[in-house]
């Protein structure tokens, strides 16, 4: 608490003399005659001190020149039938009225030029007004809103200016989602009619208008199941099928259906002889049929590689010195420790189409092969491990000058790390499991990617 405390008192401090720093600067510029480079550098005095009387009398006094001088302005355009120039003289003498108020020093603002303004400002809405429905009128959608956002600028509820900048905004794009509409641009047209009613709301039916363009874009997919030329993969041809079932039917994508198998008729999809019945899917409601096989599934369940290292085994000892004091010293102990190392891999290969059943087209197509592995090297001691240190000896019995220690921290550390390794890769399985979920993202995407109007 003391240390908030202190940094409020600090922080009122910096202000006060910031404060009075631009309160000196402002009466130099009164003194030179300058009252808006003086009235600015009052109001930042008052902003950061509002106590600071001589900033305050100061600023009323210079702000006042200057609010007469954008009053002078408007009534100079006013008088002069300048109606445009008058609206915005008068809604800068106000924008800074209020402005100056808000640090607490009011100024005289008389009602006069209220009254003259109201005069000015019907004279110029109604005006633009008529220039902006004349623009309207000739399909000048860009001109015509600049118009009716000036007006609602000024004058929100200016008769119905809502409606006419609804309309200058949102009539073009209505009218090129119909446009992509008839011309077979069904999920360009699904977007537009979105961005219409994300703006416009129900426009001219857009929201019936979407929902004709999402029908007439989706794709409903059939997933009959991928298939192998090995008989031993059926239990991995149905994990990969229920898998690239399960994520299109998640895809975040809303012109991708798929289509549940349970009711379809057995002749769509024949098996034996891979050919699509077109005519009894598209009557089904199917529009595509996704073929796939697993062109090769291979796993490989490495040996365990074992090797003999040599090391030392760490004995601390106690000993005295010259001093008679106890110290602590190492002794090392020639031993052998195991290392082991065992590699696990997979690697599946994918074919697969995605089929039109209107016209036979194949719509996405690949072939792709991918692997996955994983592999261990770990270490093991029957002895204390917390003393064993990594090295090399030539003999165990004797001492060589090519034995060496190392016991360093980084040397050690690494030891540790085999030491506590994970003995155990991932098996065969799982790393087919991963594959399937590789190929089946893969597919996943680009399926997603597909857009007929792109093509």
Known sequence: MQRLLMLL???????????????????????????EDAAEYYYKSVSRNEKNVEAKLGLRENGQKVLENKLSAFNTSHKNSNHKEAVYAFREAERYYEEINGVGVELSFPQKYHNYYDESEKIFLEKRYAEGVNELERDNYDKSRQIFEEIGSIDPSYKDVDEKFRVARYQPLYEKGNDQLENGLF????????EVIEGAGNYKQAIDLRSEALDKATITILVPGFYSLNFRNRNNEATLTQKLKGALSKIDNPFIKVKDASGIAADIFKRASGQINNEAASLAGVDAVLKGRIVRLDGNEGETEESKEKGYLRKEITKENEQGEKIMEYEYYKTEYREYRKKNSASLEVSYQLISTDNGEVMVTDHFRINESDQVHYASYKGDEDQLVPGYWVDRDKDNPRDVIRDDEEEVHGLRKLLDADEEPETVSELKSALYGQAVDQMVEKIDQYNPENI
Do not use: H, I, M, P
């Open 9 to 35: 008192v600090t922080l009122l401090v910096v202000a006060s003399c910031a404060s009075k720093r631009y309160a000196r600067k402002a009466e130099e510029f009164e003194e030179a005659g300058l009252f």
């Open 187 to 194: 999920r360009s047209a699904y977007y537009t009619f979105d």
